[in-house]
């Protein structure tokens, strides 16, 4: 089970930080990809952020680019991801999960198997 937390109501260029704790036996946490996606209203969802099993390779997309980071807590079963910066653009649902099939398939929403319950986020201009 992925339990996301930390969304919220913010101004453009505020700073919010999303959590992610998985819990369960359902996944070994240290062993997985792990991923953030975001659903605009109207929109399909996309890719954030995805970070490697040791924290060591993370990866964010063109847009969220030297604003949003992505970290892990093996021990304690967390994703974090900081947000600064942040742009109306940002606002929707944002999602953790579990990426099924490795590295390098971090982009790819259909090899996420494990989905969090999402958090909102919404950001004013």
């Known amino acids: 089970q992925l339990q996301a937390s930390g969304g919220g109501l913010v101004q453009a260029g505020g700073s919010l930080t999303l959590s992610c704790v998985a819990s369960?036996?359902?996944?070994?946490?240290?062993?997985?990809?792990m991923g953030w996606f975001r659903q605009a209203p109207g929109k399909a969802r996309e890719f954030v952020a995805g970070i490697g099993w040791t924290g060591d390779r993370t990866y964010n997309t063109h847009s969220v680019k030297g604003r949003f980071t992505i970290s892990r807590d093996n021990p304690g079963n967390t994703v974090t991801l900081q947000m600064s910066s942040l742009k109306p653009e940002d606002t929707g649902v944002y999602y953790c999960?579990?990426?099924?099939?490795?590295?390098?398939?971090?982009?790819?929403?259909?090899?996420?198997?494990?989905w969090g319950q999402g958090t909102q986020v919404t950001v004013s201009s």
């Open positions: 999960a579990r990426q099924r099939s490795g590295w390098k398939a971090v982009t790819d929403g259909t090899q996420y198997d494990y």
């Open positions: 369960g036996r359902t996944f070994t946490f240290k062993n997985a990809v």
